[in-house]
Structures are given as C-alpha cells and as structure tokens.
C-alpha cells in the first residue's frame, strides 16, 4: 500500500517560510514524477509543483520564483521550500504521486495571516 | 498554460440517473487526462486516468472518453456514494492543471 503523510503547516506571516515534507512508503519518490496540488478554502483543486523522473520540475506561475520542489531519495521523502508567502497562498496542500498510480496524502493546512 | 473547462459546475441528479461531465483543454493533450472524485474534507481519489483507464477497485459505472480536447466521465446509474465534486487533471506538456470542478448534488 503507497501512503503518503505531509507535515510542516501552519499558520505563518506574510513574507515568511515555510518548509512541507511529504514522507512516502510504499513507493519510491527517486525516479517517480511527484507533485504538490494545493486547495484554498471553499476553491478547487490547483497544481503547484511537479517533479518528473529525470528531475526536471515545474511551478504554476504564481509561485515561480519564490517554491521550490525537491526530494530526498534515502529519506524517501519530497519537499516543497516556500519563501515570501502572501495571504493567496492560504490553502491545503497536498502531496500527490503521478496520475497513473494516482495516491495522495492527507494534506496540510498552511494559513497566511498577520 | 493549458487551461481545462468544466461543465456543468454543478448538476443536480438522481439515485439511477446517468450522468455525464464534460472537460475540454485549450489544446491537445492527447489522452493525458484523469478524472477524481472529492469528498468534504478529504483528499482527491483517481478515478481514471489516461483518459479512459478504471483505476484498479474503483466501481464499473464510471467510464471515462475523449481524446484530444474534448472528454467525458460518465456515471452510468448514479449511487448515494457518488454524490461529491468531480475534477478533471491534464498532466501534458511538462505541466498539470485541474478542470474547476462540477458538483454532483441530489435532485
């Protein structure tokens, strides 16, 4: 069974960081097209970050620049570093395998305020 | 951006109705389409992917079709379990995006 399990949320200020893990059993991060999907209250669902299996990532455009996706292949475990956090990055955040094996963890709530 | 249109955002239906979602993608993707089903509270479930592939254990009365830009996901008689928001993902072109998604409430 692949099971998936985010922590790192919270409630932070605008302009500060925040570091999510999603620590992955089951199925090997290394190698694997991973990805962050986020949902913001009351919203639906929007793709942040992927990385492929080669290691090339991608960021939907209003985190270009300040998230970045990466992993760690001997914790079996992906990340997402987000810097200069605003108010509209308030939302769950979930971690996600590839759409063809299709597990997702259980998110994390992250809220922006002052 | 690629970007994925839902319709209808919300469809009111029946214990036995068939129903029927729509997606279109602003451009081709082939058939890198999937479909998945969210409940309040929890985390999306895949339903199919490929655009026409059943995940292992999700129940035969979802189907999913198209290609290209246009695709449907197709409740072939509609259970109490099924009322929840459906979304469709594209995951072409070294980018994902997610359809809006379309509310399935009891008529």
């Known amino acids: 069974e692949v099971l998936l399990v985010e922590s790192g949320g919270g409630l932070i200020q605008p302009g500060g960081s925040l570091r999510l893990s999603c620590a992955v059993s089951g199925f090997s991060v290394s190698n694997n097209y991973m990805s962050w999907v986020r949902q913001a209250p009351g919203k639906g669902l929007e793709g942040v970050s992927v990385i492929y299996s080669g290691g090339t990532t991608q960021y939907t455009d209003s985190v270009k620049g300040r998230f970045t996706i990466s992993r760690d292949n001997s914790k079996n475990t992906l990340y997402l570093q987000m810097n200069s956090l605003r108010a509209e990055d308030t939302a769950v955040y979930y971690c996600a395998t590839s759409p063809t094996q299709g597990s997702w963890g259980q998110g994390t709530l992250v809220t922006v305020s002052s | 951006d690629i970007q994925m249109t839902q319709s209808p955002s919300t469809l009111s239906a029946s214990v036995g109705d068939r129903v029927t979602i729509t997606c279109r993608a602003s451009?081709?993707?082939?058939?890198?389409l999937a479909w998945y089903q969210q409940k309040p509270g929890k985390a999306p479930k895949l339903l199919i992917h490929k655009a026409s592939s059943l995940k292992s254990g999700v129940p035969s009365r979802f189907s999913g079709s198209g290609s290209g830009t246009e695709f449907t996901l197709t409740i072939s008689s509609l259970q109490p379990d099924d009322f929840a928001t459906y979304y469709c993902q594209q995951y072409n072109f070294y980018s994902e995006t997610f359809g809006q998604g379309t509310k399935v409430e009891i008529k």
């Open positions: 451009q081709s993707i082939d058939s890198w």
